[in-house]
């Protein structure tokens, strides 16, 4: 018999995009997928190493799995991605480790299953400049075919001085349009009804002669049934180009997410960020310019090393002004490797840190509120993804702009496109009634 693989993904969707690459590597050497830990042979965990917090839950996940292993003397444990990446020697002391491997090491791991079962106890964290899995259609997930991920870039050039993943995901590479559009091809077969493009920086896509702008017009037109979304967008490179493009296809989802980081020139410098306060203004205002209504949201942090007050109340000033409709907001952490902290004092006071994280979402809750309920009494195309939590009578779903609404079903279902006309508003949820 075949033996069973199960994969469990933490952090980002670029872990989601990476898992279903590896998932599709396994089958192809006759690795069977399972998605219950406690059938597997080999146990495969993709890796976050972004913030803390997030390798802490790996630490207390290998505890667990330490446990399962003695009930299945043959088990294999693999650790990948970005924590592999950054401290493969360290995971490889835990007694639930059998090998690590890398982000661009995933061909590899039918080799290191083969000989973790052998005793051999090792990793490969090798970069390869080269490597874009250009030959892979990503195995996905079954079951709720809404969005697919898909990855056009690898890797980072960018080198924010509090950012890990240059250091875990290497260098930039740009995937082959042909290949991008294999992957759309083999969506579109398996019915999808979303594709969502993946990279640290989207708009850097480069190749040949096509960047970001042509690579949207030609995945509009090759699928005009499917919504089209993207992430992440960096500041420094949204071109006017690229705000044009969306405007040419309906299909092109109208939401943009524009990490804006902080609001301070200082901090912003010191992040190595590649832009000023007044550039990202000018390019919230081109976004509203060239696509009227659509939806912005942000990451934003407090926190970062040498952060004053005035440097914070900077931040709380843009997102007043971009008047963001949502956001992910965190408090500074400090990441062992990366540039801020071999060179800057994470020196805001952590009770310090939390008054202002609790002072940004405040204000957040108040820009999402009022955006939402904007939207009262407008009608929107909205993608139903799943039932709701509270009621199955109910579906909920995502407008173009990327907000969440909640209807009642009626004679639809999942991936299904419906008319809806919003009647009331939360900060978090849109509801609605669907409308013929």
Not at 78 to 94: F, P, T, V, W
Not at 321 to 332: L, P, V
Not at 396 to 409: A, D, Y
């Amino acid at each position: 018999m075949n033996k069973k693989v199960y994969i469990e993904t933490y952090g980002c969707q670029m872990n989601v995009a990476d898992s279903e690459t590896v998932a599709s590597i396994m089958a192809g050497q006759q690795y069977e997928y399972c998605d219950n830990i406690t059938d597997a042979d080999i146990i495969l965990i993709n890796t976050c190493s972004v913030r803390d917090h997030a390798e802490q839950r790996i630490w207390n996940r290998l505890d667990h799995i330490k446990g399962l292993k003695r009930k299945k003397k043959h088990l294999i444990t693999g650790i990948m991605g970005c924590m592999a990446q950054r401290i493969g020697d360290k995971l490889l002391e835990h007694t639930a480790v059998n090998f690590v491997a890398g982000p661009d090491a995933y061909k590899k791991i039918p080799l290191l299953v083969e000989q973790a079962t052998e005793g051999l106890k090792q990793g490969d964290t090798e970069f390869d400049p080269e490597e874009t899995y250009h030959d892979i259609i990503p195995k996905r997930a079954t079951g709720n075919q809404i969005t697919g991920f898909i990855s056009i870039t690898r890797g980072c050039n960018n080198f924010c001085s509090y950012c890990i993943v240059p250091y875990t995901r290497g260098r930039e590479r740009s995937r082959d349009i042909t290949d991008i559009l294999n992957e759309v091809s083999d969506l579109q077969k398996n019915g999808f009804k979303e594709i969502c493009l993946l990279g640290q920086n989207v708009n850097s896509y480069s190749s040949g002669d096509d960047g970001f702008p042509e690579l949207i017009d030609r995945i509009a037109l090759f699928a005009p049934e499917m919504r089209i979304r993207f992430t992440t967008s960096h500041p420094k490179d949204l071109s006017d180009d690229l705000l044009k493009a969306m405007a040419r296809h309906r299909n092109v989802c109208n939401h943009i997410h524009l990490p804006v980081q902080s609001g301070s020139n200082i901090i912003l410098k010191k992040m190595n960020r590649a832009y000023t306060r007044e550039w990202y203004l000018s390019r919230i205002e081109a976004i509203r310019a060239y696509l009227p209504g659509c939806g912005i949201s942000t990451d934003v942090f407090c926190g970062f090393c040498g952060e004053t007050e005035e440097d914070f109340e900077q931040t709380l000033s843009i997102m007043q002004q971009s008047a963001f409709d949502s956001a992910f907001m965190f408090k500074y952490s400090e990441r062992p490797g990366t540039h801020a902290a071999k060179h800057y004092a994470d020196d805001v006071p952590e009770n310090v840190k939390i008054i202002r994280l609790n002072r940004m979402i405040a204000l957040q809750n108040k820009l999402s509120l009022q955006s939402n309920r904007n939207d009262v009494g407008k009608v929107f195309e909205v993608l139903a993804e799943n039932y709701s939590k509270r009621s199955k009578e109910h579906l909920n779903g995502r407008t173009e702009t990327n907000k969440t609404v909640v209807f009642p079903k009626e004679n639809y279902g999942p991936g299904d496109i419906v008319r809806v006309q919003i009647t009331e508003a939360s900060s978090a949820t849109l509801k609605g009634n669907i409308i013929q």
